[in-house]
């Protein structure tokens, strides 16, 4: 039997479908087996890192050296795809990791903008929610550090011309930006999960259509290499519920 986390690495990994010769920078275990999945079958030309300046295989092997200034021309040349974390996002892909509540008197600080501008206007940037909720899909983020497609639409096409979120992964399903004007839409349930339920997890109105697929089921090779291979040790199923 498939898991829910089983669910969240495919749909995860699916991010990087066709993407080439880019580099992954998932952020997170699901995320990370996502990728490690998606180079093992569909996506081998994806490059991974191991998250500080070194190219790595898929056994950890160094590949080639990756120094700061390499990974940044490869930001700013649009050769990466990343799949971020978001404290708060909404309707348009805005994204928060900054601080909650009011910018000059927080009520908790977070992580900091970070790289998260300079990544969602220059390179796709997906995201990965692991506990779904209405304080995470909100109506309005408390302060924007990754760009959604209203703030870049409305800046022009210094901002608009390399912006590209393909896709939301949270717990629940997997969301795009086919809704009107751009905003989020449910693109597929995760297997046991409801519409209703997506919707009273969510804090704004979600674009549904008439009938939303399921989130595809993992073939029995992939199975086997998340389960004996990526991750032996379950490490999957403790960020996300069963």
Not at 32 to 61: N, Y
Not at 97 to 119: F, T
Not at 221 to 226: A, F, K, S, V, Y
């Amino acid at each position: 039997m498939t898991t829910r986390a089983e669910y969240c690495v495919i749909a995860c990994a699916e991010a990087w479908r066709g993407d080439g010769e880019v580099l992954a920078s998932p952020m997170g275990p699901i995320p990370s087996f996502g990728a490690r999945l998606a180079k093992r079958t569909f996506s081998p030309d994806l490059l991974l890192t191991d998250g500080e300046a070194m190219l790595v295989g898929l056994d950890g092997t160094v590949e080639g050296w990756l120094p700061y200034r390499r990974h940044l021309t490869m930001v700013t040349g649009g050769r990466r795809h990343v799949m971020m974390g978001a404290s708060q996002i909404d309707r348009y892909g805005n994204q928060n990791i900054s601080c909650i509540g009011d910018w000059e008197r927080p009520s908790r600080q977070l992580l900091g903008v970070r790289g998260a501008p300079v990544n969602t206007l220059n390179n796709p940037v997906s995201y990965w929610v692991p506990r779904h909720s209405p304080r995470v899909f909100v109506e309005r983020v408390d302060m924007v550090c990754g760009v959604g497609y209203d703030r870049a639409g409305a800046a022009g096409p210094s901002a608009s011309r390399f912006h590209r979120l393909p896709r939301v992964v949270s717990d629940l399903g997997v969301f795009d930006f086919a809704g009107p004007g751009r905003s989020m839409r449910l693109a597929s349930l995760h297997p046991g999960v409801t519409v209703e339920q997506v919707r009273a997890a969510t804090g704004f109105e979600l674009a549904v259509g008439d009938e939303v697929p399921y989130t595809r089921e993992p073939s029995a090779e992939e199975l086997r290499l998340i389960r004996e291979v990526i991750d032996p040790e379950g490490l999957r199923d403790r960020e996300v519920r069963a």
